[in-house]
């Protein structure tokens, strides 16, 4: 069975039965008028329920809300982290200054970001920091968000083949991704997978 264009979907079980990236997921939104905003499972979620015809209440406290230009605006310690957050060249200098040259985005610190608006840019910068001492001291492998499938995979084929190369773990990432599995996680069968 091959994987069905997105538009021709017509149940939330069906849609979740196959993998499509967030960038998939935020096309076939805006074609159903349902909101965009949020993790790639939260935004499935909300388009299989559109697709049932339920509707769903979004839940939670408001996060500051603003349209601070973080590409442009002149960062501080001070400044609140709002849902308008972004990284990028000018949020990356700015942390490489705060944190030194070592600072990268993680998956653990973009994720503290993403639930932390409201915080200041001075928390972020501590998180950060303790982010970093823990993994030291632990020697821990970051926690990679369920929403990430790509990255889960690739990291459980190499645990799997660590003598295989990345361009074989893509190649089996694209066969798997055709099926439909709702969930795409690595298999040792996934090397048996035909090429169609």
């Known amino acids: 069975m091959e994987r069905p264009d997105i538009s021709t979907i017509s149940t939330g079980q069906e849609l979740k039965r196959w993998y499509w990236s967030k960038a998939e997921l935020i096309l076939f939104a805006r074609t159903r008028g349902v909101r965009q905003a949020g993790s790639k499972f939260d935004l499935l979620d909300r388009l299989a329920n559109d697709l049932d015809g339920k509707t769903t209440r979004e839940a939670g406290p408001k996060k500051p809300s603003s349209s601070t230009p973080w590409a442009k605006e002149t960062l501080t310690l001070e400044m609140v982290i709002t849902d308008s957050y972004k990284n990028g060249e000018n949020t990356r200098r700015f942390f490489k200054e705060q944190c030194g040259q070592d600072f990268a985005f993680s998956i653990p610190f973009m994720a503290w970001m993403k639930v932390n608006a409201g915080k200041k840019l001075k928390d972020a910068v501590e998180e950060w920091k303790r982010l970093q001492k823990a993994r030291k001291e632990q020697k821990q492998v970051s926690d990679i968000p369920e929403s990430n499938q790509y990255n889960q995979y690739i990291r459980d084929f190499f645990a799997d083949n660590p003598n295989r190369t990345i361009v074989d773990a893509r190649y089996y990432w694209k066969l798997k991704r055709k099926l439909p ?16």
């Open 181 to 196: 599995l709702g969930k795409h996680r690595y298999e040792r069968t996934d090397l048996e997978l035909p090429d169609n």
